[in-house]
């Protein structure tokens, strides 16, 4: 099999034995790598019903068969777990250049077992792999363990690395590679740092073996040219990056403001792409292989950094009544040192804010910090309290949902299935509200990026305020995303390439025969497996929903006014279009279609 | 009547931010492009007060209209 290195390492960190694997073929095909083999191989081997933080739970960092080839973009690796905040599936995906980093060194994926009885790091320079003592690295900040990392081995070997706040197991913690690179979401860095494992650091040489070498520059070819003339990754995301998004879905007034109390922001213009650009940004930076290059170096203090993107600059903005960007560019910074995913740390913040200006929450506990709305002078060094989860920070470090329902309003949290939703008020574009609803990791906005055809016309402009037709939309939405999250490119390639295009790449680098259609049901196979883990795990249907405050109450002003989101209507009609029964179970019939009866 | 017009992105390089616009009764968004000096085949998304409206759609007096070039995100 091409397109795979058809190894993997499998590591036990409680007994320190190292073996190579050799992939399964079928599972291969069946689920193509990245998310998809990630989450097969995952249910194959650990109890559904397992604590995350168990030594018999394990974490997998999987890449697909286009990371590191010459595709576009190709540059992701998918973290595979239980999730400790969500109690889903956890699949984190990252870029950067690690995931390509690890198939040079001749693995598709690493499966990470046990727990090291002291704190440890992993080395992998092709064929050699050890486990070595990281108890000079335990407490420190990313920047720090990456540098130290990279001159204790090989300067120019790729690190991914926990921060404080995965050693300290707050369930918003993430993985970082590349120091500002994050598989960021549903807690992977505490499962990390459960197993006493600081960083992943990769070095390899080896070339990966395509199928079809010169299909493999035809289908590039005729991939860079659509990247290169569509307007949203020829020249809006270099340009302004993610951030460019403030603005438009300010003007569409479901840009949330003060934990989902408002849906528009007056001062959105001060957090926006174009000031960003204007005000901050050093230059545009790029993952391997890619042409788009979304992300941004900026200006902080006297040195520069990783700049925020869109969902970011919406947690530590707007859902905080905050318009410095100044300071959430040192608040992003923070989150990055301490290993913190953004849009949790956020969105809890929100919340707690929320329930101080109810008077739940009182000054006595916060050790002299504020917790208002508008006020930024405090969020960095909350990100600091949550990574070292001193006083208040602590309960921060839960995230939304377990710190809401401490002071007995769990219904006040933004969370669906109790992670924290992206920055998009579902009131106001009802199939991305389906989406966050449904996303078997739950409130995710990329699992199904609905925004796309409800705002930003790709590929079609849909009535985002309209419920009929969103559940199909959704529905192929969620079935290609999961196709290309298991391929290893990056989502944003699919704003120019379709379905067909995927299909070629797969093709000319494994050597498979897949068309759009057979791409799509290779998606949906994916995504039922997910649904099925998930219910095995103990998650409920009814937790196919979205928080009360988005089903009942209609936004009150701007441009999305007197709407709420009609989950109501959608949810049927998405069971029936993805064959599942009323209550969202897959049917026997579904899953025998899909070959995952 | 008067609109106001709100630029994003490239579209402000060498034109404005937000700038209130005259143009007689009755005229549609077309005739607002042209008055702005944008292509209407340059224009992504173009809301009227916040929604999703079409070149052709016709303009009220005090509409707000905002004006972005193909742009993305997620
Ligand atoms: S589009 Fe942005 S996030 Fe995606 S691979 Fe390119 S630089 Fe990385």
Known sequence: ???????????????????????????????????GLGTKMYMDEVDP?????????????????????????????????????????????????WGPELKFAGYDLIVLEGKSEKPAYIYVNNEHVEIRD???????????????????????????????????????????????????????????????????????????????????????????????????????????????????????????????????????????GETLAEKHLIKNTACYGCPIACGRLV????????????????????????????????????CNEMGIDTISAGSTLAVAMELYQMGLIKDEELDGLKLEFGDSGSMTEWMKRIGLKEGFGAKLAMGSYRLAESY?????????????????????????????????????????????????????????FATEGKATWTKIFQDLTAAIDSLGFCLFTSFALGADDYAAFLNAATGTKHDAASLLKAGERIYNLEKLYNLEAGVKPEEDTLPPRLLNDAIEEGASKGMVNKLDILLPEYYSERGWDEKGIPTESKLKELGID | MVIEVRLFATFRINRFKIKKIEIPEGSICKELLYIVGIDHNDVSILMINGIHSNVLDKLKDKDIVSLFPPVGGG
């Not at chain 1, 997998?60 to 400790?84: D, N, Q």
């Open chain 1, 134 to 272: 990281a108890s000079h690295l335990w407490g420190e900040v990313v920047s720090k363990t990456t540098d130290t990392l990279k001159e204790e081995t090989d300067p120019r070997a790729k690190v991914l690395t926990i921060g404080p706040a995965g050693e300290n197991l707050s369930l918003i913690a993430g993985i970082m590679n590349e120091k500002d690179r994050a598989a960021g979401r549903s807690g992977v860095g505490a499962v990390m740092g459960s197993k006493n494992l600081k960083a992943i650091v990769v070095r390899g040489t080896q070339k990966v073996e395509v199928f079809d070498k010169d299909k493999l520059k035809e289908t590039y070819k005729v991939a860079l040219a659509k990247i290169k003339e569509d307007g949203i990754t020829g020249s809006g995301l270099p340009t302004y990056g993610t951030a460019v998004l403030v603005n438009i879905i300010n003007e569409a007034g479901m840009f949330p403001a003060n934990n989902f109390q408002k849906s528009s922001f007056s001062n959105a213009e001060d957090i926006s």
């Open chain 1, 1 to 35: 099999m091409r397109g795979y290195t058809c190894k993997y390492l499998r590591i036990n960190l409680t007994t320190k034995e190292i073996k190579v694997e050799f992939l399964d073929k079928n599972n291969a095909e069946n689920f193509i790598g990245g998310r």
């Open chain 1, 408 to 464: 007995g309003h769990s219904e006040l949290s933004m969370t669906v299935k109790k992670l924290e939703m992206p920055a998009y008020d579902p009131r106001g574009v009802q199939g991305q509200g389906l989406n966050y609803a449904t996303s078997n990791r739950g409130g995710c906005h990329v699992r199904g990026y609905m925004i796309s055809p409800e705002i930003l016309a790709h590929p079609e402009q849909l009535d985002r």
């Open chain 1, 49 to 97: 019903k397992i604590d995350p933080f168990s030594p018999d739970n394990k974490i997998l960092f999987v890449t697909g068969p286009v990371t590191g080839i010459s595709a576009p973009a190709g540059s992701r690796y998918m973290v595979i777990t239980k999730s400790p905040l969500s109690g889903t599936i956890a699949s984190s995906n990252s870029g950067g250049f």
């Open chain 1, 299 to 334: 200006h902080i203090g006297d040195g520069e950094g990783g700049g925020p993107e869109y969902e970011t600059i919406w947690a530590f903005g707007s859902d905080l009544g905050i318009n410095d960007l100044g300071e959430i560019i040192y608040t992003n910074q923070m």
